[in-house]
Nanobody, 118 residues
Framework: QVQLVESGGGLVQAGGSLSLSCAASGRDISYWDMGWFRQAPGKGREFVAA???????RYSSSLKDRFTISRDNAANSVLLQMNNLKPEDSAVYYC????????????WGQGTQVTVSS
């Protein structure tokens, strides 16, 4: 049973940056496709980015210029670098194992809150 734990969220001013981490335990996720998603209050969960085990990536078209997904296999983690943050990026960010490329997820973390102030 894999456990996914997101971290790195917080409060940041508009234009700032945050780096999120999704650390896995119980399984070696270097063999898995992984993704990041987000959910703002009152909205559905939204695809952000995904990365294959071979480090091919896919992004939401509206986010690809500001967000970067990557892997740290030594740390059994997946990262999300977010730059030039906007208030509309405020949401709970979740990582998950992608079982259907790029946005069907089989296992979720508990999420980390990102709040961007204007």
């Amino acid at each position: 049973q894999v456990q996914l734990v997101e971290s790195g969220g917080g409060l940041v001013q508009a234009g700032g940056s945050l780096s999120l981490s999704c650390a896995a335990s119980g399984r070696d996720i270097s063999y898995w496709d992984m993704g990041w998603f987000r959910q703002a209050p009152g909205k559905g969960r939204e695809f952000v980015a995904a990365i294959t085990r071979f480090e091919n990536t896919r992004y939401s078209s509206s986010l690809k210029d500001r967000f970067t997904i990557s892997r740290d296999n030594a740390a059994n983690s997946v990262l999300l670098q977010m730059n030039n943050l906007k208030p509309e990026d405020s949401a709970v960010y979740y990582c998950g194992r992608v079982v259907g490329w790029p946005d069907r997820v089989g296992s979720w973390g508990q999420g980390t809150q990102v709040t961007v102030s204007s």
